[in-house]
RNA sequence: GGGCUUGUAGCUCAGGUGGUUAGAGCGCUACACUGAUAAUGUAGAGGUCCGUGGUUCGAGUCCACGCAAGCCCA
């Protein structure tokens, strides 16, 4: 049996075979049954929506969510994942719409609403092929045979549990919003239709300034704009911004010319006041003047107008305190208007807000029922009460000629009115961008619409607390994002006007005196029962509630059919609301296992989550509704930790989107580049939380540089493995009785494991991808194998050869874990390609093995600070045979290493053999101060001197550059010295100073943190025939390999007699070059006369024959 | 308009608690090395650490105000 060889290796490929392994023998089943009994690690997957193709981000958050739970899988946890299935909701609505060429309008007329849901349920699905197939080639490790589906009856069963437990809670109420409405269309707007293009449009509106009298004064008045005079009958309020500069201007009113106190804010007189009339006095002032005198008698800050009561502007209809009272606001500005907002509560969402928040309530009157109702009807018209304006339209619905010469706004005639009232301060048209129905391009009102909602609020306190216990990955986003955003909790509004989705359990009398909430099926069958009952008499009603019950479908139109009785007997019917989609994956907690009618103990073991992770777009949305439900109905959190990504951007920076072509398609980049280089790229590139500019580019460098070298580093010792038959067969030879560099790369090995185990732990994939990297490249290729090459193909199959392939087959074996979980094809080729042979474990995969334990003993940061200390030595040394153009088969003489200290000696000492090697030097000559050829230099310790004597440190670090050599000594030797500040002494001491060797006059040196080496660049002839000897072991070498010959072939060499220099470098080392070349002999003849290759030797040129 | 994030070499990114020569990889240039060879080493070029103020003996790092980009929410 043999490790095997690959020559190109194919990442794609071998995701593929690996794939087709892990299906035949079950493995991502038995990581799961094998953890059987253990702690269970339990993972909630947010669940995709399959309307739409997967994208490459989708394989950035999946990788997120795979890494944990194959790490907590290794680390002996049962991490079960049950996949699932986001199926309701408006994206898929509209696609739906969309396909069949129809409006919102046509649904229930020109198709029924259960042909509609029918297409929907249809469409949702329509892409599940795609996502399976990237889940599958991704190595996703999801469980995708049993997944939760949102638009289930189980499913949605435990939503209308979970609903009335919020209601039996008090927790579920209808009240209303502000939101956008059409009276054109007598319907209200989504966010996604007022952002259709053209619906914001300029147009020119009448603005008005009102003035608003002061409570107790006789003309003091503020002054709001607003740019819908319709809603002023309906103000109750005014805010100004607690920081902004405010003045109160004696004047005179331009319409009026009654004198008056006016306030607004400093910033905004320009507009109000004319420049010209600055210097007049207001004493002055002729009555009926165009140009009107103006004079600032007070300044102050908003905060200070906080609480003014003011007059109602126009008393249709009468409110009591607070209302009419001035308060602060956080969005009042100085970009426009007079820094004074006024507000009316059912026609603005910060107005409805912040009046909320203040308890000052809206001008309302009563309706036909009794029921409190907005001041402009549905139809967007004055109700009677407002008598001066009744039954006008706020805006023109009546498709009036705007341009007729008679023709008035009902804006125009309130200005009008509050200009002969002395209420207005400033009347002009206006151009600003206004919202419009895509439909009839008529103007949109904000408008209160009724609404159910979840009250949060009453829970605020608690989920606040909760969410400081969540470990939130990256942090910023949990304190800041979702904590900022918990604590301006709003209640949370359910309600959705909309088809395809989960109905509100809710059913009502007409009246809304008597409702009912159901809260499974079974009740809603008892229900049914009763009502058919209680309505025998009718059988069209009992007949339609048997027929929709039969169904057994909890989804429109079926529960809308369904007439239950109240208590009084009276029909009630379903409010007809769907619940926000968001409810739905909130609830996944508990749904997914239809809790609590089934699967009480899985659901109870399962929550909450260990671990989450989403896109950070999510925070208002999945983060949101699955806290907000743990929180109100299980007192607690849903999740434990939570990594939050972000974006994934073209290499530009610029988002993905189908209209600039910019995407990259998942599919053709897992298939050319493999999807553990897709995986790495974007793991080992940025932390998962910033945004990734995906570069094709960089997915090629990560297989080059760290697949590409551990894939040589594997070839490499499988190479030679095979040769020698390692099988491990042997007794592991004790650490402690390996080499120098064997017990540095094990103890560096172990550091790794340490750190990757704690970068896993605490969430930072990244970190555990770099050091993985850097420890692969630099420490176990670059540095490992290059010292121990030799040692791998030299020699005999003795202890230290074995020592060699036992120290290599640990760090490839544990490579392979340790990154297993990030690019699991790759390594699990890896790691079954060397546990085959050496049978060492009995796992069939990498990811049914353990995760490696660091062995402390092993770790030995001395001997790393050592081979650090060898690390730059030969680098230095390399740069200066760089400068000379000495070739490191030259070999040289000695290298002379100034030691300043004991300590440092021995460390150098410990790998000097390493360095000798490395850099094909003789010898080291240690130099120390007695020698008294050293240049040293000094250089003050901040950190410690800063300290101590802070804003004297400039004189000090003058004084100490100012120290000669002998005064360097004499610090050194008495290990005080004294300097000289304006005013006082100050002893030094030798922990006040870095000291370090700076030059060797005569000598060539280089110089790296406190390491200074020199090289003796004089080449004796002895040396000089060592580096021939050399030189044409390398130029055979390539002959051999050039003309294809097998490592182990023998071969006869004959050169043909040149230099005398040259004869004698070969007789020499006649037995050096016959080993390293594999000859059997070696011969110089007079002359060669056929088929002779010619070596290029510096400038010699050698005619040489090889014979096999 | 508000909240949050990011800004360091041509590109992608590191740079605990402030400490005096700001690093790596890729790319570019040159040279070397060569049974790991589609690999490797060394050197060079390349930086107003987004800007402006401030704190400090000392700021890429701390504070304030801006600018730019992104996300979420109005």
Known sequence: MKYPEYKNPDYAKIADEILAYWQ???????????????????????????????GIHHVMARTIKDIFCRYKTLKGFQVKRKGGWDTHGLPVELQVEKQLGITKEDIGRKISIEEYNQQCREAVMKFKGEWDELTRKMGYWVDLDDPYITFDTKYMETLWYLLKQLYEKGLLYKGYTIQPYSPADGTGLSSHELNQPGCYRNVKDTSIVAQFKVKGTENDYLLAWTTTPWTLPANSGIAVGENIDYVKVKTFNPYTFEPVNVILAKERMDAYFNEKARDLKV????????????????????????????????????????????????????????????????????????????????VMVKDENGKEVPIVNKQGRFVSEITDFANMPVKNYDDEDENAPDYKSTDVKIAIKLKEENKAFKVEKYEHSYPHSWRTDKPVLYYPLDSWFIKTTAAKEKLVALNKTINWKPESTGTGRFGNWLENLVDWNLSRSRFWGTPLPIWRTEDGKEEKCIGSVAELQEEVAKANTAFASDTTLTEKNKAALAKEDLHRPYVDDIVLVSESGEKMMREPDLIDVWFDSGAMPYAQWHYPFENKETFEKSFPADFISEGVDQTRGWFFTLHAIAGLLFDSVAFKNVVSTGLVLDKNGNKMSKRLGNGIDPFSTINVYGPDATRWYMIANANPWDNLKFDLEGVKEVMRRFFGTLQNTYAFFALYANL?????????????????????????????????????????????????????????????????????????????????????????????????????????????????????????????????????????????????????????????????????????????????????????????????????????????????????????????????????????????????????????????????????????????????????????????????????????????????????????????KDTGLDVQDKINVRIEKSSELVDDAIRTYMDYICTETQALTLEVTDRLSDNFEILELDDMQLKIKITL
């Open 24 to 54: 035949e023998n079950n493995i991502f089943q038995k990581s799961i049954t094998t953890r059987q009994g253990k702690p269970s690690f339990t993972f909630y997957e947010g669940p995709p929506s399959a309307n739409g193709t997967p």
């Open 283 to 362: 004493e002055d002032y002729i009555l009926g003047d165009k140009l009107i005198p103006y004079e600032i008698s007070d300044t102050f800050k908003g905060k200070a107008l906080v609480g003014t009561e003011y007059e109602q502007l126009m008393s249709y209809v009468p409110l009591a305190k607070p209302a009419f009272t001035v308060i602060a606001a956080d969005f009042v500005t100085t970009d426009d208007g007079t820094g004074l907002v006024h507000l009316a509560k059912t026609f603005g969402a910060d107005d409805f807000r912040v009046l909320e928040q203040q308890g000052i309530p809206g």
């Open 724 to 1040: 020698d038959g390692f099988t491990y067969a042997e007794a592991a030879i004790p650490v402690a009785e390996r080499t120098e560099s064997d017990r540095w790369i094990i103890s560096r090995l172990n550091s790794l494991i340490a750190q990757v185990d704690e970068a896993y732990a605490q969430y930072e994939p990244t970190r555990a991808a770099r050091l993985i990297q850097d420890f692969t490249i630099d420490d176990m290729s670059n540095w490992y194998v290059r010292l121990n090459r030799k040692r791998f193909w030299q020699g005999e199959y003795d202890k230290d050869k074995q020592a060699a392939y036992q120290t290599l087959y640990e760090c490839l074996v544990t490579i392979a874990k340790l990154s297993s979980a990030i690019a699991p094809f790759y390594t699990d080729r890896l790691y079954r390609d060397l546990n085959n042979i050496t049978g060492k474990e009995s796992f069939e995969s990498v990811h049914l093995a353990n995760f490696p334990e660091a062995d402390n003993q092993a770790i030995d940061k001395e001997l790393e600070t050592r081979m650090e200390l060898a690390q730059s030595a030969s680098s230095l040394v390399h740069s200066l045979r760089k400068q000379h153009t000495i070739k490191v088969r030259q070999p040289l003489s000695k290298i002379l290493i100034p030691v300043l200290n004991e300590d440092f000696k021995k460390r150098v000492q410990a790998v000097e053999k390493l360095i000798l090697s490395e850099v094909n030097v003789k010898d080291i000559a240690y130099i120390d101060d007695t020698s008294g050829i050293l240049v040293k230099k000094i250089k003050p310790n901040f950190r410690k001197l800063g300290k101590q004597y802070g804003p004297k440190l400039k004189a000090i670090t003058a004084a100490i550059a100012g120290m000669g050599q002998d005064e360097i000594n004499r610090l050194e030797q008495e290990q005080q010295y004294e300097i000289d500040l304006p005013g006082e002494r100050i002893a030094l001491t030798t922990e006040d100073v870095e000291i370090t060797s700076e030059d060797i006059p005569g000598w060539s040196v280089a110089r790296e943190g406190d390491i200074t080496v020199a090289l003796d660049i004089h080449i004796t002839d002895e040396l000089r025939k060592e580096g021939i000897a050399r030189d044409l072991i390398n130029r055979i070498q390539n002959l051999r």
